[in-house]
């Protein structure tokens, strides 16, 4: 089974402080993704990266910047907190072979920035 | 951008019941995926589509992938009380990243 892990299910953090959320895929995908889900809005993609050291900015990645050193680890930064960054931040690991092409979902971090 | 449609929004259930829903875009897709999400937890993948006209069952779930590649549907049969939750359609086109629809949520009826 495809496992994907989030270093926190909840974080409570000040308004200013860095934060990391951590990912950790063990299938050897090559792609990974961050999103975020809030009420009435859906998910929304931040950063996601197709290959160690690569990232790609997504539909809302102001205020976030994603770090890739490792092919099974996928770290989101907020550089600076804010208030309006309090939501559930879920990473995700994708598999293409061919035109199987399916995306796995981690637990989810659910982050309150105060 | 790409946007997907899912209906109905939410619906009650009642167990044994079979349910129905269904997903609908503007634009057509390669892919189709159909996810589950319990509250405070993260989607799981319950089935996956890549044919037009392709229909895949994941136990007492049956999704199809419509033949114009504009729409998706799902159907639960013989509901139970753990069906309830959100479920998310994404479609993907290659090279693209995927688009989720909104979601409908079902819940038991008191």
Redesign the interface.
Known sequence: DVKVTQSSRYLVKRTGEKVFLECVQDMDHENMFWYRQDPGLGLRLIYFSYDVKMKEKGDIPEGYSVSREKKERFSLILESASTNQTSMYLCASSLLAGVVYEQYFGPGTRLTVT | ?QQLNQSPQSMFIQEGEDVSMNCTSSSIF??W?W?KQDP??????LI?L?KAGELTSNGRLTAQFGITRKDSFLNISASIPSDVGIY?C?G?N?GQ??V????TRLSALP
């Open positions: 951008g390669n892919t995926l996810y405070g937890e993260g989607p799981v993948l996956a890549y998310f994404a993907l290659y990243n995927f989720f629809g909104p979601g």
